[in-house]
C-alpha cells in the first residue's frame, strides 16, 4: 500500500527516517481493518547535515550526484512496525556509509537518461545501475536499497514476533 503521506523535511537524518516511516505506517495502519503487522519505511542520503530526499528532476538529481561524486555518504533507512494487534509501535534505523567513485559527465548523462534516479533517495539505485557508481560500501546493503532485513528481524523480536509467525503451511 502506498500512502499520500507528506514527508517531514526537518531533523537529523536518523530522525526523519524514523518520523517519515512512522507516519507511513499510521497512515496504513487507519485503513486496514483486522490484527495486521503494518511497516512503514523511509530512506534519505546525507553528508554532514546535509539531507539528499528524491530529486525534484533530472537536474535536481544531477545537482546531487556531482555532490555525492567522489565523496562518502551515509544512508538511512528507517522501518516502523504498529503491530494492530497489541498496540505496540516499534521503530528503528540503521546507517550504511557509501563512498562514490569520481562520476564523469559522460557517466551522469548515461546515467540521467535512464530515469533511475528520479525517485530514489540521494538520486540513484544500489540495486540498479546506479552500482557503477559505487566504489564500496561499509554496513548493509539492504539499508542503501532502503530496506535493512537484519533491522527488521531485530524489531520484530522486540514484538516478540518471529519470520515464523507470518509462513503459511
Known amino acids: 500500500m502506498i500512502s499520500d503521506v507528506v514527508e517531514q523535511t526537518g531533523g537529523t537524518p536518523a530522525e526523519l527516517v524514523c518520523a517519515n516511516?512512522?507516519?507511513?505506517?499510521?497512515?496504513?495502519?487507519?485503513q486496514l481493518d483486522g490484527?495486521?503487522?503494518?511497516?512503514?519505511?523511509?530512506?534519505?542520503?546525507s553528508i554532514g547535515r546535509k539531507v539528499l530526499?528524491?530529486?525534484?528532476?533530472?537536474e535536481d538529481a544531477r545537482r546531487m550526484l556531482q555532490f555525492l561524486s567522489g565523496r562518502s555518504h551515509s544512508v538511512h533507512s528507517g522501518i516502523c512496525l504498529i503491530d494492530k494487534q497489541s498496540g505496540e509501535v516499534v521503530c528503528d534505523y540503521s546507517r550504511t556509509v557509501v563512498t562514490f567513485r569520481y562520476l564523469t559527465e559522460e557517466m551522469l548523462n548515461l546515467y540521467l537518461i535512464t530515469d533511475e534516479?528520479?525517485?530514489?533517495a540521494g538520486a540513484y539505485a544500489i540495486q540498479g545501475l546506479g552500482s557503477l557508481l559505487i566504489d564500496k560500501i561499509n554496513g548493509d546493503?539492504?539499508?542503501?536499497?532502503?530496506?535493512?532485513?537484519p533491522l527488521l528481524h531485530e524489531m520484530m523480536h522486540k514484538l516478540k514476533l518471529s519470520i515464523s509467525d507470518f509462513m503459511i503451511s
Open 35 to 45: 490484527d495486521y503487522l503494518i511497516m512503514g519505511a523511509d530512506t534519505v542520503v
Open 141 to 149: 546493503y539492504g539499508t542503501v536499497v532502503g530496506f535493512s532485513a
Open 53 to 58: 530526499g528524491k530529486p525534484t528532476d533530472k
Open 21 to 30: 516511516a512512522e507516519a507511513k505506517a499510521r497512515a496504513a495502519a487507519v
Open 117 to 120: 534516479p528520479l525517485d530514489k
